[in-house]
């Protein structure tokens, strides 16, 4: 499948994939590249079904990390992975799958786990159509992120809100975003780590409801590498603390390529 991405930075230079959360787009990174794009090549796709990548029949793990060794394919270059929440799980699939593994993989504040009421949600979810909006101006207004709790300015989240619509028939503004794909599967992070060989960081957002601290200690003690915790910041890493979340991806490519 065609993916659309987006890249900064030299093609030269060493690769990282940067892989967004559910529901979210390539768009989310454009803070955090400008402090890695002159050492790294950074490339950023929008997964099937998000952004501007074309809508699919099928949204399981193995689609996306499929859709990613395509991309390495392509890219035909050692790469690491940086992944935020579900793009996390998509590295942890895609490296354990050992088809075109990553040298090394990041994963930002991720789910571990799906409790029974919480995918029920999801998938009741996932079969209610979008809501369309007269102007992009409504649409920007209603826009949320989940987790609501955030620490991001406002003007950088209605940036990222303007990228999540399109302009459809009779002028009217509806999602970008293919709703079946919140249909996810059972989240089993610890059975993924457990098949990882590369170098492995988890970096926690300090603040966050998604991903408890015991939980990623857990996933840390399994893949032997370190858990990194973001002070001030909840779940949304890339839009709250692109500076210090690149710092942390700077001294994880360092470390892991020595």
Known sequence: MEMHYQTWGDPQKPTIILLHALACHSGWWKW????????????????RGHGQSCWANSYRFNDYAEDIEELARKLDRPYAIVGHSMGGYVGLKVASRGVRPPSALLVGDMKIDSPEEELAGLHKAAQKSGRIYDTLQDAVANYRLLPPQHAA??????????????????????????R????????????????????????????SVVMPVE???????????????????????PL???????TLIRNFMVQTSS
Do not use: S
């Open 215 to 237: 939980g990623a200690q857990n996933l840390a003690r399994i893949t032997e590498g370190p858990l990194h915790e973001m002070e001030g910041v909840y779940h949304h890493l």
């Open 32 to 47: 955090v590249a400008p402090h890695l794009k002159k050492e790294y090549y950074l490339v950023a796709p929008d997964f």
């Open 240 to 246: 709250e603390a692109p500076e210090a979340f690149a």
């Open 153 to 178: 300015p406002t003007e950088r989240v209605e940036q990222i809100a303007k990228e999540c619509f399109h302009e459809q028939e009779k002028g009217c503004w509806g999602e970008r975003f293919d």
């Open 180 to 207: 079946r794909a919140l249909a996810i599967e059972k989240v089993e992070a610890v059975a993924l780590a457990r098949q990882v060989n590369c170098p492995t960081w988890f970096v926690r957002a300090k603040e």
